[in-house]
């Protein structure tokens, strides 16, 4: 039996897959690996069920059913894809195919759905399902800009799969277990688009952390007096999302997403990781992956590791440099087109912190070049928090599908 609806918002980015299920959080890397040898497969003891469910995401053993997923192969997630030496299916963040176009979304959209689910039955039954576990979900995702525009329609009939199902099977265990899931309504946003819905329902202390961030930036005192309600509530806006594969310049005129003066930048902070990867591959480092590099540049080096680490470091923060030329670049073509309405500029993803030594005072310098009578601040907000805006904004759209659905639907029975 299907119980309550659960609610979701998906960010299925280039690097970080970062999903609210419920009001559960979860962060974890876009990758998975495709297993082609299965034989020897031990399924998980009983008494050791608990643990799995405990960290499901870095243990499950999956294959799916679904217009979203061509290939049918089982996969692994999370750190046990990392590990397992396999070949690792990354959003390519250099073919031009696009997120809607390729497994990997479906994959990891619909396996987070299926083991949040499991976990959540499992903490509630402390056994696991007899029979499918069917899911019913609200659900709202995000294409980048640029591919939003000519792929949304046809990304979001697959989810919506004429009302069928979508079934994700688990192996881990001595028998199949089935979960069935079902969007009752879904969602396409574009990237970026969602952030700025994420900042427009940002409350107190999320306010005040905008706040303090803005005003930090600008020490003559130019901020002085601003709210961070003021900030967020501005109707006429730049948004910069600096993920790993893409730029999204999000613009919002008179407060709505302004479709025609956004734009996608096909690079993203990935590429910086991938020039710091070739570099020190020439050197003899063994890194496989942007992935493993990136995991390595954000944990702290043990005593073992530091020097490795500072050298990675080094290597990286020339791309960083480099990289900071070319978004500061691309923002003044974008800023020559909407420069002359914009009032705030917000910049944000997991990109932003790490480039911010190199961007933030060439963004400044281009926005002075359009005029110093304009006081147009840049709120440059940090990676730790802002990398989660684009989810906390699909999920808030998430929340209000049903109720906006039943709504239109009121109007038309009304209306005849
Ligand atoms: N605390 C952090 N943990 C992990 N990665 C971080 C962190 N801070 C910055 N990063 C960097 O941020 C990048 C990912 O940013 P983000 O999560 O915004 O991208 P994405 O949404 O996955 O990609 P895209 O928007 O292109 O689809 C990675 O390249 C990573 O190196
Ligand atoms: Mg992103």
Redesign the pocket.
């Known amino acids: 039996m299907a119980g309550q609806p659960i609610v979701a918002g998906l ?1 299925l ?4 897959v ?1 999903a609210n299920i419920n009001g559960l959080v979860r962060v974890f890397p ?1 990758i998975a690996v495709k297993q082609f040898n299965t034989a020897h497969h031990t399924p998980i003891a009983e008494d050791e069920v608990g643990t799995f469910m405990k960290d499901i995401i870095n243990q499950m053993d999956v294959s799916f059913s679904s217009p979203l997923v061509r290939s049918t192969e089982r996969r692994l997630f999370g750190e046990r894809a990392l590990k397992s030496g396999l070949n690792l299916e990354e959003f390519d963040v250099f073919a031009r195919i696009g997120k809607s176009e390729v497994d990997l979304s479906g994959v990891l959209a619909l396996a987070t759905i299926a083991a949040d689910r499991l976990q959540d039955y499992y903490e509630k039954n402390e056994k696991l399902p007899a029979s499918k576990l069917k899911v019913k979900a609200d659900m709202a995702t995000a294409l ?1 800009i640029g591919e939003y525009k000519r792929h949304a329609k046809a990304y979001l009939q697959k989810y919506v799969n004429d009302g069928a199902p979508h079934i994700v099977t688990f192996h881990n265990f001595e028998r199949p277990v089935h979960v069935e899931i079902m969007f009752e309504h879904a969602y396409v946003a574009n ?1 970026g688009e969602s952030a700025q819905y994420g900042l427009m329902l940002a409350k107190d202390a999320f306010l005040e952390m905008i706040r303090r961030e803005a005003v930090k930036r600008f020490p003559n005192g130019e901020l002085d007096g601003i709210t961070g309600k003021d900030l967020v509530s501005a109707k006429n806006t730049l948004g910069i ?6 730029i999204d310049f999000a613009v919002f005129s008179n407060g709505r997403f302004n479709a025609d003066a956004s734009s996608t930048m096909i690079q ?3 590429s910086v ?1 991938e020039s710091t990867l070739s570099k020190l591959q020439e050197e003899g480092y063994p890194y496989k992956s942007r992935k493993e590099l ?1 995991e390595f ?2 944990n702290e080096p043990s005593p073992f590791t530091k020097r490795k680490w500072t050298h990675v470091k080094e290597v990286n923060q020339s791309e960083e440099n480099r990289f900071g030329d070319v978004v500061s670049g691309e923002t003044s073509k974008v800023f020559s087109r909407v420069g002359g309405f914009i009032e705030v500029i917000f910049v944000f ?3 932003a ?2 480039l911010e030594w190199s961007l933030f005072e060439k963004l400044q310098s281009r926005v002075a070049e359009f005029g110093d009578d304009n006081l147009l601040p840049i709120v440059y907000l940090d ?2 928090f802002s ?1 989660f805006l ?1 989810v906390q904004g699909l999920y808030q759209v998430a929340q209000r599908l049903r109720q906006t659905a039943s709504g239109s639907k009121k109007q038309t029975v009304k209306a005849k």
């Not at 999302?241 to 893409?246: K, N, R, W, Y």
């Open positions: 960010d980015g280039n690097g970080y970062k876009s980048p990237e999302d600096i993920g790993e594969g893409t993203g902070y990935g990781l990136s540049l954000h993803g997991g990109g912190t790490p990676s730790d990398r684009n």
